[in-house]
C-alpha cells in the first residue's frame, strides 16, 4: 500500500504527465475496480474529457475533469505506470500483463496505466465533490504534512483516549494516510513501545511523538524524491525498524522484534521502545 510519502511522489511525477492532457482512448480489462457514480461507462464517459488538476486528498489521488472527478484509493496493491510515447495501438489495445486494469491515452500520446494484482483498488467516477459514497473521504483527519497539524490539534487528539498507540497512530480519521511502515517508524523515531496507551504517555512523550510524525514523514517525502526510483515503486528500503525483524537495530544493536498490535504486524527495538509495564517493574526495583 503507498503511504503519505510515496503518494506526495506519485501526486508530484504524475501530475506534469496528465494535467491538461485530453483523454483520447479508454482501455479496460477489470472493471472490477471501477465504481461508476454517474451514468455510462467508464470509457464512454471519460473519453474526451480534460484532466485539469490532479491533488491528493489522505491517500486518495483526485482527478478533476470539470464537471466530474475521478478518485483513485490504490488500496493494497494498486499502482500507477505513465507510459512513454509509443504507437497508439500498441498503448491503448495491449494487455501488458494479467495484473494491467485499465489505460487512459492521453493527448501526449503516453498512456497511463493501472495496475493491481488483488483488484482491491478503487477507481470512482463521479460528478465533482460528491464524495459522500466514497468510503473514508469525507472522515480524513488532519494531513501530517499540513500547516493545520499543529502540536496544538494534536495534544487535542491524544487526550483522554485509551488506544493502543500505534492504532491511534493509524485511525485516519484523526490522522490522515499513515500507515503500517511509517506508524512503526514513527514510534521508533519517538522511543514509544507499540502498544502503550495514549493515556499512559507522558507530556513529554506526546510532545516528541508529534515532532517524529513530521519529522519521519517529511524526511521519508525527500528521501523517496530524491531516489526518484518511479511512481511504480514503494520504496522501503530506508526504513529503520518495519519488516526488519531479527536484524539489529541501528541505533543500540538489540535485535528487533514483531509484535501484533490490533491484527496488525508492528516491528519495534525491546531497547529502544521499552514496554511502560517493564519499565515499571524495574523502578521498582530499584526502590
Ligand atoms: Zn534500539
Known amino acids: 500500500m503507498p503511504e503519505l510519502p510515496d503518494l506526495v511522489y506519485i501526486e508530484k511525477k504524475l501530475?506534469?504527465?496528465?494535467?491538461?492532457?485530453?483523454?483520447?482512448?479508454?482501455?479496460?480489462?477489470?472493471?472490477?475496480?471501477?465504481?461508476?457514480?454517474?451514468?455510462?461507462?467508464?470509457?464512454?464517459?471519460?473519453?474526451g474529457m480534460r484532466i485539469r488538476d490532479l491533488h491528493r486528498h489522505g491517500p486518495f489521488l483526485v482527478f478533476a475533469l470539470p464537471p466530474l472527478e475521478i478518485?483513485?484509493?490504490f488500496m493494497?496493491?494498486?499502482f500507477f505506470r505513465l507510459e512513454e510515447r509509443r504507437?497508439?495501438?500498441?498503448?491503448?489495445?495491449?494487455?501488458?500483463?494479467?495484473?494491467?486494469?485499465?489505460?487512459?491515452?492521453?493527448?501526449?500520446?503516453?498512456?497511463?496505466?493501472?495496475?493491481?494484482?488483488?483488484?482491491?483498488?478503487?477507481?470512482?467516477?463521479?460528478?465533482?465533490?460528491a464524495t459522500a459514497e466514497i468510503p473514508g473521504y469525507d472522515t480524513q483527519g488532519t494531513d501530517p504534512l499540513s500547516q493545520r497539524f499543529t502540536l496544538q490539534s494534536f495534544k487535542e487528539k491524544?487526550?483522554?483516549?485509551?488506544?493502543?498507540?500505534?492504532?491511534?497512530?493509524?485511525d485516519q480519521s484523526l490522522m490522515s494516510a499513515i500507515g503500517n511502515a511509517y506508524a512503526d517508524e514513527i514510534l521508533f523515531d519517538a522511543c514509544i513501545h507499540p502498544k502503550t496507551r495514549c493515556d499512559q504517555l507522558e507530556k513529554q512523550q506526546v510532545e516528541r511523538l508529534y515532532h517524529s510524525i513530521v519529522s519521519v514523514l517529511r524526511r521519508a517525502v525527500q528521501i523517496v524524491e530524491e531516489a526518484d526510483r518511479g511512481i511504480d515503486v514503494k520504496m522501503?528500503?530506508?526504513?529503520k525498524v518495519r519488516n526488519r525483524r531479527g536484524s539489529t537495530c541501528l541505533v543500540c544493536g538489540t535485535t528487533i522484534r514483531r509484535t501484533g498490535v490490533l491484527g496488525y504486524?508492528?516491528?519495534f527495538c525491546p531497547r529502544c521502545q521499552p514496554e511502560l509495564r517493564?519499565?515499571?517493574?524495574?523502578?521498582?526495583?530499584l526502590s
Not at 278 to 285: C, N, Q, Y
Open 158 to 170: 491524544v487526550r483522554g483516549r485509551r488506544h493502543q498507540v500505534r492504532v491511534f497512530l493509524m
Open 87 to 129: 504507437s497508439v495501438k500498441r498503448q491503448t489495445g495491449n494487455r501488458l500483463n494479467r495484473d494491467h486494469c485499465f489505460s487512459l491515452l492521453l493527448g501526449s500520446g503516453r498512456s497511463l496505466h493501472y495496475f493491481d494484482s488483488r483488484r482491491m483498488g478503487k477507481i470512482y467516477v463521479i460528478e465533482a465533490g
Open 15 to 47: 501530475r506534469p504527465g496528465v494535467v491538461d492532457q485530453e483523454i483520447r482512448e479508454v482501455a479496460v480489462w477489470e472493471p472490477i475496480v471501477l465504481r461508476m457514480g454517474v451514468p455510462g461507462s467508464f470509457s464512454d464517459v471519460l473519453r
Open 76 to 78: 493494497l496493491a494498486g
Open 278 to 285: 517493564s519499565r515499571l517493574v524495574s523502578w521498582d526495583k
Open 265 to 267: 504486524d508492528s516491528f
Open 236 to 239: 522501503r528500503d530506508h526504513l
Open 71 to 73: 478518485i483513485v484509493h
